[in-house]
């Protein structure tokens, strides 16, 4: 259940910073005013966000269906899926 606040939290706070960044004005922002600094500040917390949301999300559906033992086994084969992948590039 804590993964859901979690989830919420994040969710949240990466709306506020992409709303920041889309609705603040102007696109892209420009010149060095600190508002511009602000703006471009949101748009890497609000991507950052979005990331954890969506890592948190997939982690409460994971354990909700499958228990936390083969969700621990599925976030461990799909490291090593992708170590493996990274590995042959």
Same mark, same amino acid.
């Given at each position: 259940?804590d !993964?859901?606040?979690?989830?919420?939290f994040?969710?949240? $706070?990466?709306?506020a910073g992409? =709303? &920041?960044? /889309?609705? =603040? =004005?102007e &696109?892209?922002?420009?010149g060095?005013?600190v508002y511009? /600094?602000? @703006?471009?500040?949101? &748009?890497?917390?609000?991507c950052?966000?979005?990331? &954890?949301?969506?890592?948190? +999300? +997939?982690? !409460? $559906? /994971?354990?909700?269906t499958?228990?936390?033992e @083969? =969700?621990?086994? +599925? +976030? /461990?084969?799909?490291?090593?899926?992708?170590?493996? $992948?990274?590995?042959l590039?």
């Amino acid at each position: 259940m804590d !993964a859901f606040w979690v989830f919420g939290f994040f969710a949240v $706070l990466s709306l506020a910073g992409l =709303g &920041l960044f /889309i609705f =603040g =004005g102007e &696109l892209p922002p420009s010149g060095d005013s600190v508002y511009a /600094i602000v @703006r471009w500040m949101g &748009l890497v917390v609000g991507c950052v966000s979005l990331y &954890l949301a969506i890592q948190s +999300l +997939l982690e !409460a $559906l /994971i354990v909700a269906t499958m228990g936390y033992e @083969r =969700g621990l086994a +599925l +976030l /461990i084969a799909v490291g090593a899926v992708g170590a493996f $992948l990274a590995w042959l590039v």
